[in-house]
């Protein structure tokens, strides 16, 4: 759509997402970081394969890719100002159980909050790695693909969200969220282009996003209808444009 030209002439963006933690028709309003950049990853990681009772003969590829594994699960707490999470969910490697295996890969997902921490925690990935090959005598191909940026809100359009949503909503349904959330929306692509907001409404329905149960009340829908019209109408006039 971006590519296309969506984007073109356009002056601010406002959208939203239904949320499970807040009452029906209640808006959650986020300053600064709100939704984390994911970045997709595979290494390949190769050694020489032998059979087990002469390890001395080969590279462990195996040992040095779990080496990996656990240093890489490591690094979140230290690497980033912010919140991060780094996930493995694939491990393959090994053909029989006495044979050392000289080839392994592994998979994941990188979440990180704003483009700096997406920058070091890229650049801490790609170290460890290298320090285990260095170690190890392994070698190790890694794909690193940036997907989702991130969301990270316009302060002064979610302060006027905010009012807008109170204008619309009164006061005792309009929340500010205090925390980020880690999951990924690609409406940042839209906020990479221009100034805007997103935020959150309430379902009304508590059972958590992607479960086959959840289904908001039907009132959701209006009541977002009515969020990003006052939204937009107060950008038009309070901006004057």
């Known amino acids: ?15 939203a997402h239904v949320s499970p933690d807040l009452p029906a028709g209640h808006i959650g ?5 709100f939704y984390a950049a994911s970045d997709m990853f595979r290494v390949d990681v190769r050694g020489i394969t032998s059979h087990g009772a002469v390890r001395e003969k080969g590279i462990d590829a195996l040992a040095a890719a779990a080496e990996m594994v656990t240093g890489l699960l490591a690094l979140p ?3 980033t100002q912010d919140k991060c999470v780094l996930n ?5 490697s090994g053909t029989a159980g006495n044979i050392m295996p000289g080839e392994a890969e592994f998979e994941g997902i990188v979440r990180t909050l704003g483009q700096e921490n997406r920058r070091r925690m890229e650049d801490a990935f790609r170290e460890t790695v290298r320090s285990v090959t260095d170690r190890t005598g392994t070698s190790a191909e890694i794909s690193y693909i940036h997907s989702h940026p991130g969301i990270v809100n316009d302060n002064s359009m979610t302060e006027l969200t905010y009012r807008a949503a109170c204008e619309a909503f009164g006061e005792e349904k ?8 880690m999951i990924s929306e690609d409406f940042g692509c839209f906020l990479d282009k221009a100034p805007g907001s997103f935020y959150h409404i309430g379902a009304g329905c508590s059972l958590p996003l992607h479960n086959p149960g959840f289904l908001p009340e039907e009132d959701v829908v209006t009541e977002l209808a009515v969020m990003h ?11 004057g444009v």
Do not use: N, Q
């Open 1 to 15: 759509m971006i590519r296309e030209g969506c984007m073109d002439g356009v002056d601010a963006v406002f959208g």
């Open 29 to 33: 309003i986020r300053y600064d970081k």
């Open 77 to 79: 707490p230290g690497v």
């Open 88 to 92: 493995v969910g694939i491990m393959r």
């Open 174 to 181: 309009v929340h500010i969220l205090e925390d980020p959330v």
């Open 229 to 239: 019209a006052a939204a937009v109408w107060s950008f038009l006039t309070e901006e």
